[in-house]
């Protein structure tokens, strides 16, 4: 099965998303460009593939072609009434769109599929997770992207690897209070391992527009 039709599966009704190539450029739009002017060129392709598979995914909810410039913490600027999530690695880039009045909030990321390197677990795992295998602590790393990713547009909050633990096989749960979000909140992140990837997947619920 395909990665397309895993996802299509794997993510909730309402969010549309797109596949891009990070190792190719794509055309950019305004301040885009400037935003990466000075960037290598890996880096370009990356942030290229992220907007126009970004600009794809909003066709699909039939949201105009716009511009997609960088925010506070270089997070993307979505148009109104719409939440978005972008990630790349080496070789693979999703992005995706909601409207607000469905979803609240969605943060994706994708990591290549090997064990966390030893050297990075007392970085990432909160200590009630140093037991788990580098296999699970990869997918670990990713669920709390995703989540972090997720709450940043509402919380507008940073968020370290140790403000939140897994609470169970899909669950993550907050260790102190980020902006409205409290600690002991728990939220649902998905994983799916596909194309030598652990891709991770948060929505919160509810809408706000």
């Given at each position: 099965m395909s990665l397309s039709m895993e996802l299509e599966?794997?993510?909730?009704?309402?969010?549309?998303f797109t596949l891009r190539d990070p190792r190719r450029n794509y055309?950019?739009?305004g301040a885009e460009q400037q935003a990466v002017a000075r960037a290598v060129t890996k880096r370009k392709n990356e942030f290229s593939a992220g907007r126009d598979g970004a600009r794809a995914s909003l066709a699909a909810l039939g949201v105009a072609l716009c511009e997609i410039p960088v925010g506070v913490r270089r997070a993307p600027v979505w148009p109104d009434g719409i939440c978005g999530s972008i990630t790349h690695s080496a070789h693979l880039c999703i992005a995706l769109?909601?409207?607000k009045i469905e979803i609240a909030s969605i943060g994706i990321d994708a990591e290549p599929d090997a064990p966390l390197k030893p050297e990075l677990r007392s970085a990432i795992l909160h200590e009630s997770e140093l037991h788990v295998s580098g296999a699970e602590a990869i997918a670990l790393f990713s669920m709390k992207e995703a989540l972090f990713k997720a709450l940043f547009p509402i919380s507008g909050e940073m968020m370290g690897f140790h403000d939140a633990k897994s609470d169970g096989a899909s669950t993550l749960t907050l260790t102190r209070d980020i902006g409205v979000f409290k600690a002991g909140e728990g939220f649902k992140v998905s994983t799916l391992?596909?194309?030598?990837h652990v891709i991770s997947f948060c929505a919160l619920p509810g809408g706000n527009e």
């Open positions: 599966g794997f993510l909730p009704a309402g969010v549309q055309p950019l739009i769109a909601a409207r391992h596909s194309e030598n």
